[in-house]
Nanobody, 120 residues
Framework: QVQLVESGGGLVQPGGSLRLSCAASGSIFRFAHMGWYRQAPGKQREMVATITDSGEANYADSVKGRFTISRDNAKNSVYLQMDNVKPEDTAVYYC??????????????WGQGTQVTVSS
């Protein structure tokens, strides 16, 4: 069983920074790809950034150059550093561990979400 717990959301001014954290339970974390997704009101959930078990990162075009995903396998954690945030970054941010039959992960797991609001 996997549990994902996000933290670090809040209110930030445009141009500011915020760091989101996701703590994962389970021994498979270091072998798993992880991701951050977000969902704004009235919109579908969208991928923000993903990171492989070896640390290779991928970003949505809308956040490239502003957001950085990283992981610390010793702490079973994945992070999202958000810099130069914009009002359109306002959303609930979710941590994600996708299904992976090779690892015995039979379903995709989501955290409970953390609200990020960008406003002056």
């Amino acid at each position: 069983q996997v549990q994902l717990v996000e933290s670090g959301g809040g209110l930030v001014q445009p141009g500011g920074s915020l760091r989101l954290s996701c703590a994962a339970s389970g021994s498979i974390f270091r072998f798993a790809h992880m991701g951050w997704y977000r969902q704004a009101p009235g919109k579908q959930r969208e991928m923000v950034a993903t990171i492989t078990d070896s640390g290779e990162a991928n970003y949505a075009d809308s956040v490239k150059g502003r957001f950085t995903i990283s992981r610390d396998n010793a702490k079973n954690s994945v992070y999202l550093q958000m810099d130069n945030v914009k009002p359109e970054d306002t959303a609930v941010y979710y941590c994600n561990l996708p299904s992976n039959l090779r690892l015995g992960v039979l379903r995709t797991y989501w955290g409970q979400g953390t609200q990020v609001t960008v406003s002056s």
